[in-house]
């Protein structure tokens, strides 16, 4: 099952802002809060930058057609 290239851009797109969105929001947070404050955001600031790499690397798989197999799992050399 491929990916059409609107969608794979779609998601190289998302990664790379969620990325600059949740690092900028790290810098940004002001002084003054609680310990736990921080623990939470930085939790939410660690997962979301995991998924949006994620998102990007699954764009670029399917903008390079390199899903790496097929559903059946026969390799795409099998025929």
């Given amino acids: 099952m491929g ?12 990664g790379g802002f969620m990325i600059f ?3 900028n929001l ?9 310990t736990s404050f921080y623990v939470v955001h930085g939790i939410l600031v ?3 930058v ?10 670029w798989r399917g903008l390079r057609g390199t ?8 390799s795409r050399d099998a025929g």
């Fill in 3 to 14: 990916m059409s290239r609107k969608i794979a851009g779609f998601l190289i797109i998302l």
């Fill in 21 to 23: 969105e949740w690092i």
């Fill in 26 to 34: 790290g810098f940004n947070l002001a002084d003054g809060h609680p």
């Fill in 46 to 48: 660690v997962v979301n």
């Fill in 50 to 59: 995991v998924l949006a790499v994620i998102l990007a690397v699954i764009g």
């Fill in 67 to 74: 899903g790496g197999g097929s559903v059946t799992g026969r």
